[in-house]
């Protein structure tokens, strides 16, 4: 089991920066591979970014590729998405996720593949 709380998110102008966080708590945070979904009003769960347990495996949306980084801290239990050059469709609320993977070196990309969720921050970027 693990508890994932999201963090930081806010309004913003386009083109300025946020970085969002998610503290989780429960089981060693090192064997999660970690993710970053988000959802706009009317649309379906998306990949943003993904990140394997010892940080070295990353993946992004190509929405994301170039403007947004993800990174982990596994001695505070954190993931970070940093979102630069934000635009007003990056709207949404953004969700961590978290997934077991007793390897480290996994990073996966699909909702499904996730077994736990924290509850979700809205960021909204204006025009």
């Known amino acids: 089991q693990v508890q994932l709380v999201e963090s930081g998110g806010g309004l913003v102008q386009a083109g300025g920066s946020l970085r969002v966080s998610c503290a989780a708590s429960?089981?060693?945070?090192?064997?999660?591979?970690m993710g970053w979904f988000c959802q706009g009003p009317g649309s379906e769960r998306e990949f943003v970014a993904a990140?394997?347990?010892?940080?070295?495996?990353?993946f992004y949306a190509d929405s994301a590729k170039g403007r947004f980084t993800i990174s982990r801290d596994n001695a505070k239990d954190t993931v970070y998405l940093q979102m630069n050059s934000l635009k007003p469709e990056d709207t949404a609320v953004y969700y961590c996720?978290?997934?077991?993977?007793?390897?480290?070196?996994?990073?996966?990309?699909?909702?499904?593949?996730?077994?736990?969720w924290g509850q979700g921050t809205q960021v909204t970027v204006s025009p």
């Open positions: 996720a978290a997934r077991w993977d007793w390897t480290t070196t996994y990073a996966y990309t699909r909702p499904s593949d996730y077994n736990y």
């Open positions: 429960g089981r060693t945070f090192s064997h999660f591979a």
């Open positions: 990140i394997s347990g010892n940080g070295v495996i990353t």
